[in-house]
Structure formats: structure tokens, C-alpha cells
């Protein structure tokens, strides 16, 4: 048969020796986009179902390390993100049998001690009375010793997160040592309520001890909450800023010689902070004083 012209078969020439089917072009190319969409789709459902695990474990883990709560977690997804969550289950298992132990070893030292200490106080009551003021001001020391430095061991590692109205607890802190006080009105942050009150405790007793004056402002942004506590002391050097944290470490000047002290008020309060999640800074007070910043997660 003889030979078709182009135009015959619905063809025409593109650079003027290249047939083109137009139809025929389109169609794929737009098949072409529509598998391509269907690619994307299928691989952002992929990576959103292996991302979303990775997700969850970062969060669990961020609250664990908080101090909080962190419910039912079953790992899931690919086998290493499963992998990965068991880990961190096992070791979350760990960390908790040793707070137990920890724990349950304290109480019993405790007890040891306190029936020791009875004991002493009972002798002195029977003893010389000449020696009774000093042995007894021995005794209370040691007393007082052994309750700070349980209250360190123990750090309320039990106690569960809650939403804590921050002003309310100021005041109610801030009040009996005759301290100034501003926050906003109703401030609330997830905190531990009564490891927060002692850290808020021992800072403001720390600075009344050493001032005729001390301030304790609170203020927040959407993620942290800040506190600050000046006083008009003579303050702390800034090279013993970060030394006074130090378990048991006293200051050689009038900051701390002019009172009992543990050396663990400090070192309580910042292990308090940074089981929250957060921190504690030490710097210069607007009253020529001593500041104690905290910040601490909302």
C-alpha cells in the first residue's frame, strides 16, 4: 500500500523532521504528574509514620527528664525507633529501681541515726549541767546536718508534677521572712509544689539571713518562668558564684560564718531547679546585694 502523508496520521513536525503526537504527549506527561503527586503522597505518609514514633520517644523522654509523668508509652514504628523505646523503658526501669533502693536505704540510716541522737539527748538531760549547752548545740547541729542532708538524698523524687498557682506560692513563702513580693496575678506553671516551695525556701532564707532586705519578683513568657530573689547583703564573690552550689561548701567570709548553716541550702535548691528541667544563676542584685535567678520550665 502506498505510504501515509503526516497530516494523514494526525502527525506534524515539531523542528520540521521530528514527528510529535500532541494528544498523546500531554497524556503522559499529565499521567507522569499525577504518579509523581501520588509518590509524594505515599512517601510523606511514610515518613510521617516514622517520624510521629521518633516524636513521641523525644517527648517521653523530655518529661522523664523533667520529673513528670509520662503514662502509658509503647514504643512503635520501625524496628530501630522500637529499639530505641525499649531502651529507654529498661533504662527508665533502672533509674527508678535505684531511687527505690536509694531510697529505702536512706530511711533506714535515718531511723539509725535519729535513735542515736535520742539516745545522746537523753545523756545530756541526765548529765552535768555544765557541759549540757554545748553538747546539746553539738546535737542540734549534727540534728540538723543529717535532716538537710536527707532532704538533698531524697530531693522529693516521688512527688508528681502539678499546675501550681506561682503567686500564691511566693506569698505564702515569701511573707513570714518579712520579704517584698510581685508576680502577676494568678501566674501557674507544672511544677512539683512542695520541692518548689523549698527551693524558694532556702533561697530567701539564705538572703535573709544575710540582708535587711530582700525582694522576690516572678515573671514568664510562654515556655519558662523566671524568679529572682535580691537582697542588700554583702553578696558573693563572683569567682565562689558557682562553688557555693558544691555539696557541704561554706563561704570563709561573713556570708556564712555568722550562721550554722549545712552548706546544702544552695545545693538542695539548684538540684530542685534542674529537676524540673531548669537552673538556678547566681549575679549582682539591683540592691547591691546577692540574686538568685531561677528558671524553670512552664
Known amino acids: 500500500p502506498a505510504p501515509r502523508s503526516p497530516a494523514a496520521m494526525g502527525l506534524f513536525y515539531y523542528d520540521g ?3 510529535v503526537n500532541v494528544v498523546r504527549v500531554l497524556a503522559v506527561f499529565v499521567g507522569l504528574q499525577a504518579v509523581t503527586l501520588v509518590l509524594i503522597a505515599v512517601a510523606l505518609l511514610f515518613l510521617r509514620g516514622q517520624v510521629r514514633p521518633i516524636q513521641e520517644l523525644a517527648a517521653v523522654a523530655e518529661r522523664f527528664g523533667r520529673g513528670r509523668t509520662i503514662g502509658e508509652f509503647r514504643p512503635h514504628g520501625a524496628l530501630e525507633v522500637r529499639q530505641a523505646g525499649w531502651a529507654f523503658l529498661e533504662m527508665r526501669a533502672r533509674i527508678e529501681r535505684q531511687m527505690d533502693q536509694r531510697t529505702a536505704m536512706l530511711a533506714g540510716v535515718s531511723h539509725d541515726l535519729r535513735t542515736m541522737l535520742t ?3 537523753l545523756e545530756l538531760a541526765l548529765g552535768d549541767e555544765a557541759d549540757q549547752k554545748a553538747m546539746n548545740n553539738d546535737v542540734d547541729e549534727m540534728q540538723a546536718i543529717l535532716e538537710d542532708y536527707l532532704t538533698f538524698a531524697r530531693a ?3 512527688e508528681a508534677s ?6 500564691d506560692l511566693i ?10 513580693w510581685t508576680a502577676p496575678k494568678d501566674l501557674t506553671a507544672t511544677l512539683r509544689p ?5 527551693m524558694l525556701r532556702n533561697l530567701i532564707d539564705n ?6 532586705h530582700v525582694d522576690v519578683r516572678a515573671a514568664a513568657d510562654e515556655h519558662w518562668l523566671t524568679i529572682t530573689v535580691d537582697d542588700d547583703g554583702p553578696g558573693i564573690a563572683p569567682v565562689d558564684r558557682e562553688a557555693v552550689f558544691h555539696p557541704f561548701h561554706r563561704l570563709d567570709n561573713a556570708r556564712n560564718r555568722d550562721r550554722g548553716g549545712t552548706g546544702l541550702g544552695l545545693t538542695i535548691a539548684r538540684d530542685i531547679a534542674r529537676k524540673h528541667g531548669g537552673d538556678i544563676s547566681l549575679s549582682t542584685a539591683s540592691l547591691g546585694g546577692l540574686r538568685a535567678t531561677v528558671r524553670l520550665p512552664r
Open 171 to 180: 506569698k505564702d513563702v515569701a511573707i513570714p521572712y518579712g520579704a517584698a
Open 162 to 167: 502539678d499546675n501550681v498557682n506561682v503567686t
Open 207 to 212: 538572703a535573709a539571713a544575710h540582708a535587711t
Open 119 to 121: 539516745r545522746f539527748r
Open 194 to 198: 512542695a520541692a518548689t516551695r523549698r
Open 156 to 158: 522529693d523524687g516521688d
Open 17 to 19: 523532521s521530528t514527528p
